[in-house]
């Protein structure tokens, strides 16, 4: 079974980038529908992006469109998240997940209440 270790939250400012990445333990990581989840207290986990098995199909939230880019090395066991223009609403902790039986990365958008790994999250803060 795919195991999921995020890295690379940490505190910037507003402007900055950050790049966070998910590395997957196991033999079956191309498998795997990636995506990236964020969440603040007491709220829902929300979608940021997804990517597809081969890395061809990305979707991003609209809130995050043209800042943040998503991709995957295969060869790697990685998927990356690239955050550029960061603002104060950006603030909250990230997640990987991965998921064999969404069909697609479309799907996986709304499916956070069902996908099937989840890393442990990496909090990112960004000041105003």
């Known amino acids: 079974q795919v195991q999921l270790v995020e890295s690379g939250g940490g505190l910037v400012q507003a402007g900055d980038s950050l790049r966070l990445s998910c590395a997957a333990s196991?033999?079956?990581?191309?498998?795997?529908?990636m995506g990236w989840f964020r969440q603040l207290p007491g709220k829902e986990r929300e979608f940021v992006a997804t990517?597809?098995?081969?890395?061809?199909?990305?979707y991003y939230a609209d809130s995050v469109k043209g800042r943040f880019t998503i991709s995957r090395d295969n060869a790697k066991n990685t998927v990356y998240l690239q955050m550029n223009s960061l603002k104060p609403e950006d603030t909250a902790v990230y997640y990987c997940?991965?998921?064999?039986?969404?069909?697609?990365?479309?799907?996986?958008?709304?499916?956070?209440?069902?996908?099937?790994?989840w890393g442990q999250g990496t909090l990112v803060t960004v000041s105003s």
């Open positions: 997940a991965a998921d064999q039986t969404t069909p697609s990365a479309l799907v996986m958008r709304g499916r956070a209440r069902y996908l099937e790994l």
């Open positions: 990517i597809s098995r081969g890395g061809s199909n990305t």
């Open positions: 196991g033999r079956t990581f191309s498998s795997y529908v």
